[in-house]
């Protein structure tokens, strides 16, 4: 691809094509010692608002060195909310620990806080929040209760990067932050990456050694430890002291990275103008309700959710209401996932005394056949002004409400 190439209402339209090229170029002075992960980590911490920034490979693999870093071991608890996706639980098990369910708040679908110390045992090490469709988890509450016990709160911000929450970003208030960079996030490393945030040194140094394949050289500092020669060419040379996985992130994917990181204001902001151009469509109907906004926070509308009530108010089921948009020209939206514990690889299993089945949740699970997710990136913002239209021209007609 020609480096100089745009697309008008492309993703990539800074300087991604140039840093991969550059980054390619392996023989330059540029490239000693890997500097495209180390520019990537020093600019996010200072964007941000942390003191370390580690790159990985995915925000799977950042989620699970954060339950390392927490000191995580087989048979400990991680309480964690029941609408995510099921990888927060799969990192969990691939530690030997147990995921511990809490219900949503019903009125930001966030974890529940005044149901979490409920779930606290003796066996508990950590609790990982999800900050939902953009609008950050009211953390301090959250923050409190982990403080009586001890706890670790990890916040996968992986659809709040950049979003504020008080008087910083969302993820930057707990002990863990945890970003990904998954091709449909506000950001991309290319197809696939993430970040881990802290400001405590020892949870960092731990963090980088678990994603590091254990080098026992890496520090808390971003970038990787330089050492002469006559050091490692030695039989003698002690490489690993932490048995840990790869989940490095390369320098191309940096290269990318921090390209897309030089546009995050813009990136974020088209997304809350799509946002609000749905929440403006929505706005009035009363068998539809959206994610309450607290004043102390900002959405950034990774996606649009919406709580679908229309069959008992109107008779009108999901997936009708999803036919006919679609038939109007919509593009279509997504349904919440499942909830963790009722997808196949859970459902029925025992795990700390808690059957994985329905009625373990009651409200997310209520939720799950409700919300509709309506896409936010588009790359052209009249487009999304039409698929607001037609929710709002659908919504008009099953009101009756005639033009």
């Known amino acids: 691809m020609n480096s100089d190439y745009k697309n008008p209402f492309g993703k990539f339209n800074g300087k991604e094509a140039e840093y991969a090229l550059r980054a390619l170029d392996s023989e330059t002075p540029e490239n000693k010692n890997f500097p495209w992960v180390q520019k990537f980590e020093e600019a996010f911490s200072a964007g941000i608002g942390s003191r370390y920034s580690i790159a990985v490979n995915s925000g799977t693999s950042g989620l699970h060195a954060a339950l390392y870093a927490a000191g995580v071991d087989p048979g400990d608890e991680v309480i964690q909310p029941?609408?995510?996706?099921?990888m927060d639980a799969y990192v969990t098990m691939h530690l030997g620990a147990v995921p511990v369910f809490v219900d949503i708040c019903p009125k930001s679908w966030n974890i529940d806080a005044t149901k979490i110390e409920e779930k606290i045992t003796k066996r508990t090490k950590a609790i990982i929040v999800v900050s939902l469709?953009?609008?950050?988890?009211d953390i301090d509450p959250i923050l409190?209760?982990?403080?009586k016990y001890n706890l670790t709160v990890i916040d996968d911000s992986a659809e709040t990067l950049m979003t504020r929450y008080k008087d910083g970003m969302a993820g930057t208030h707990s002990h863990i932050g945890v970003y990904s960079f998954e091709k449909s996030k506000h950001m991309t490393s290319g197809?696939?990456?993430?970040?881990l945030i802290t400001s405590d040194e020892n949870l960092a140094v731990r963090a980088r050694k678990f994603a590091g394949i254990g080098y026992k050289g890496l520090t808390a500092e971003a970038g990787r430890?330089?050492?002469?020669?006559?050091?490692?060419?030695?039989?003698?040379?002690?490489?690993?002291?932490?048995?840990?996985?790869?989940?490095?992130?390369?320098?191309?994917?940096?290269a990318i990275g921090l390209a897309q990181f030089e546009r995050i204001e813009y990136l974020v902001e088209r997304r809350k103008v799509v946002g609000k151009l749905f929440l403006d469509a929505v706005t009035g109907c009363d068998w539809i309700e959206t994610q309450h906004i607290p004043g102390h926070s900002d959405h950034s509308y990774f996606t649009f959710g919406l709580l679908f009530n229309g069959e008992a108010a109107k008779g009108v089921t999901w997936r009708e209401f999803y036919d006919r948009y679609k038939a109007m020209g919509g593009d279509g939206f997504y349904a919440c996932w499942k909830n963790p514990y009722m997808e196949p690889s859970l459902k029925g299993k025992v795990l700390g005394g808690q059957v994985l089945d329905l009625g373990l949740c009651p409200v997310a699970e209520d939720y799950q056949k409700k919300i509709?997710?309506?896409?936010?990136?588009?790359?052209?913002?009249?487009?999304?002004?039409?698929?607001?239209?037609?929710?709002?021209?659908l919504i008009d007609d099953i009101n009756g409400v005639k033009k």
């Open 191 to 195: 197809s696939e990456g993430g970040m």
């Open 372 to 393: 509709m997710a309506f896409k936010s990136n588009y790359r052209d913002i009249s487009e999304a002004k039409e698929q607001a239209a037609i929710l709002k021209k």
């Open 133 to 137: 469709y953009g609008l950050p988890v």
């Open 225 to 254: 430890t330089s050492l002469a020669s006559s050091v490692y060419q030695n039989p003698d040379y002690e490489r690993f002291d932490t048995i840990g996985f790869n989940y490095r992130m390369n320098a191309i994917t940096a």
């Open 82 to 86: 029941a609408t995510t996706v099921v």
């Open 144 to 147: 409190e209760i982990a403080s």
